[in-house]
C-alpha cells in the first residue's frame, strides 16, 4: 500500500520563492515606476512656450490735420520708434513689425514692415497717415517671431486736431 503524502508546509521550505499574487504585484510596481520615470524625464525636457511680452511705441498717438477742408486729414513725416520684449522683459531681437490701418505707408507709398535690431526697436521714418473725416481711427501694430507667436494687442491711436 502506497503511503499518502502530507500537505507540505511552506515553513519549512527554504528554496520557496515569491509566486502568484505577490508577484504579479512586484511586477506591476516596478513597471508603474519605469513608466513614471520616463514620461517625468520627458516632461522635464519641454520648455516653456515663449511668447512676445510687450510693444512700446513712441509717440503713443498721432495728430492729423485737414489743412485745406477737404475733408481728407493727412500728416507727414512721422517718425516712429516701436519696442518689443519677450516674456522675461528681454528686448526681442529679429522680430517683424508691421503697422496697418489709418492708410499709413511710407514715404514712397508701400507697406510699413520692419525688423527689430539687437535692443529690440526698430524705427520708421518719413511715414504717411490720412483718413477721411475727423474722426478716431486706429494704427495696428503686429509684431511676429518664429517660436514667438503673433502679438496684434498694440493700437495706435490717430486723432483728427
Same mark, same amino acid.
Given at each position: ?28 510596481v ?50 516712429? $520708434?516701436?519696442?518689443?520684449?519677450? !516674456?522675461? #522683459?528681454? +528686448? =526681442?531681437?529679429?522680430? %517683424? *513689425? ?8 511710407t514715404?514712397?507709398?508701400?507697406i ?12 520708421? $521714418?518719413?511715414?504717411?497717415?490720412? !483718413?477721411? #473725416?475727423? +474722426? =478716431?481711427?486706429?494704427? %495696428? *501694430? ?20
Amino acid at each position: 500500500m502506497r503511503r499518502k503524502k502530507e500537505p507540505r508546509s511552506l515553513k519549512g521550505d527554504c528554496s520557496g520563492g515569491i509566486e502568484g499574487l505577490p508577484l504579479q504585484l512586484l511586477i506591476m510596481v516596478v513597471v508603474a515606476g519605469l513608466g513614471l520615470t520616463i514620461i517625468m524625464g520627458w516632461m522635464n525636457s519641454i520648455s516653456a512656450p515663449r511668447s512676445i511680452g510687450e510693444v512700446f511705441v513712441s509717440p503713443s498717438e498721432i495728430t492729423v490735420h485737414d489743412d485745406d477742408g477737404d475733408g481728407l486729414y493727412t500728416r507727414e513725416g512721422i517718425m516712429l $520708434t516701436v519696442t518689443v520684449t519677450d !516674456q522675461s #522683459g528681454e +528686448r =526681442l531681437e529679429g522680430a %517683424t *513689425v508691421m503697422l496697418e490701418g489709418a492708410n499709413v505707408q511710407t514715404g514712397t507709398g508701400g507697406i510699413v514692415r520692419g525688423t527689430t535690431d539687437s535692443h529690440g526697436q526698430v524705427l520708421f $521714418t518719413g511715414l504717411k497717415v490720412e !483718413q477721411f #473725416g475727423a +474722426r =478716431l481711427t486706429t494704427i %495696428t *501694430v503686429t509684431v511676429a517671431k518664429g517660436d514667438y507667436g503673433v502679438d496684434s494687442s498694440y493700437e495706435i491711436p490717430v486723432i483728427p486736431g
